[in-house]
């Protein structure tokens, strides 16, 4: 009885490390020029184990969009833009709180070279996931919620993608209140605080 949870965290160690790896390749090389051997390089294991989780790269692909997409909408969906209106720097921590949780995957994921495709997907599954709580709770029509989801997440995103790729002279906890600012109070909020 004991085996089960011991099989289970190899199992959750060996896909993270697989993880961990595709998203260091994709910051340094192109989705199409990574092979299963350069992933089962990096991640210490050898193809037999990759192809024990995974049958292929796209597999990988999937699991990561889905599992970004999953933990981002879950944060984005319990939001009441009602009331998050009034401290809405607490959508921005929950959503920090998720790329603290695995900092090295997610400097790999927005360290990625030319690999826009994949953010692009997310942001769009994200948008989509979000817009009808939006307008329900807001009732404002779906050209506006489409508007500003697309403005708050492409902007998210872009800025969490150059705080990875600077010298982080600032935290990414200081780095979401100013999000948090410019997607509420616009550019005046930054210029008045």
Known sequence: MDKAPSTDRRVIKTKKAIRNAFAKLLSYKDINDITVSDIAGLADINRKTF??????????IDEIENDIVDSFSSVLGEINFRDELEDPYSIFEKLTSIINTDMDFYCHFFTMNGNTNMINKIVALLKEKTKAAMISQTGIDETTAETALT????????????????DRKRSIEEISEMITIISFKGLNGIINT
């Not at 192809?51 to 990988?60: E, L």
């Not at 403005?151 to 600077?166: D, E, H, I, P, T």
């Open 151 to 166: 403005f708050m997440l492409c902007g998210m995103m872009a800025v969490f993608q150059n705080w990875f790729n600077s």
């Open 51 to 60: 192809y024990n989780y995974y049958p292929g790269i796209h597999k990988v």
